[in-house]
């Protein structure tokens, strides 16, 4: 089982350029979360989604663009890269929402390192 | 934002011996929290979770134990092994007020010594 999956893995771009960063998870999990990872700084919620055509904002959401075209791909935009988003980013999933007797256990991807020089 | 955060950054313990790693939250309204480990160059991966109306639940080696009244959360791990060294992190989650958003904490090192 694949889990969730995340490309690339490492990733330089200089200041200003874009790229996407991409999430898929074979699970059939509708909740699907993107956070980044800073030392000492612990994960920070950068955008989710509920279901396909629904995301919203988390706690560090500017400079980061997300869609959910489909249950399977949550894609994360950066439109103009600033040496502030050089993080290791990770891309988690789950079953549901954290509801009464369901367990709301975020599976992670294995992380994408970038550098913006 | 609310914080969440852990008394130690680093903690070494024997090999056998048990574990403790503690962590407190700020807001009163989270009623879920869950424990993560995270192995160096990897995910973090789920170990153990706790509602805001239990105080206790253990698993295999490892108990939690939360304190709503002082807002404190700890892991316990019993008899630490090697494959136990990385980094744990506690997360707090809303439940019903805000059930979508995990806010985590900045970790804390287990290190086992051999």
């Known amino acids: 089982n694949a889990g969730v999956t995340q490309t690339p893995k490492f990733q330089v771009l200089k200041t200003g350029q874009s790229m996407t960063l991409q999430c898929a998870q074979d699970m059939n999990h509708e909740y699907m979360s993107w956070y980044r990872q800073d030392p000492g700084m612990g994960l920070r919620l950068i955008h989710y989604s509920v279901g396909a055509g629904i995301t919203d904002q988390g706690e560090v959401p500017n400079g980061y663009n997300v869609s959910r075209s489909t249950t399977e791909d949550f894609p994360l935009r950066l439109l103009s890269a600033a040496p502030s988003q050089t993080s290791v980013y990770f891309c988690?999933?789950?079953?549901?929402?954290?509801?009464?007797?369901?367990?709301?256990?975020?599976?992670f991807g294995e992380g994408s390192r970038l550098t913006v020089l | 934002g609310e914080s969440v955060g852990l008394h130690l950054p680093t903690l070494s313990v024997q090999e056998g011996d048990n574990s403790i790693i503690n962590c407190a939250y700020s807001n009163s309204a989270s009623d879920y929290f869950i424990w993560y480990k995270q192995e160096s160059g990897k995910g973090p991966q789920f170990i153990i979770d706790i509602r805001s109306n239990m105080d206790k639940r253990q698993g295999q080696r490892v108990t939690v134990l939360l304190n709503k009244t002082v807002k404190h959360l700890s892991l316990q791990i019993a008899a630490t092994q090697p494959g136990d060294s990385a980094v744990y992190f506690c997360?707090?989650?809303?439940?019903?007020?805000?059930?979508?958003?995990?806010?985590f904490g900045s970790g804390t090192k287990l290190n086992v010594k051999p």
């Open positions: 997360a707090e989650n809303m439940g019903k007020y805000n059930f979508n958003k995990f806010y």
């Open positions: 988690a999933s789950s079953r549901s929402p954290v509801l009464a007797g369901v367990t709301g256990e975020l599976f």
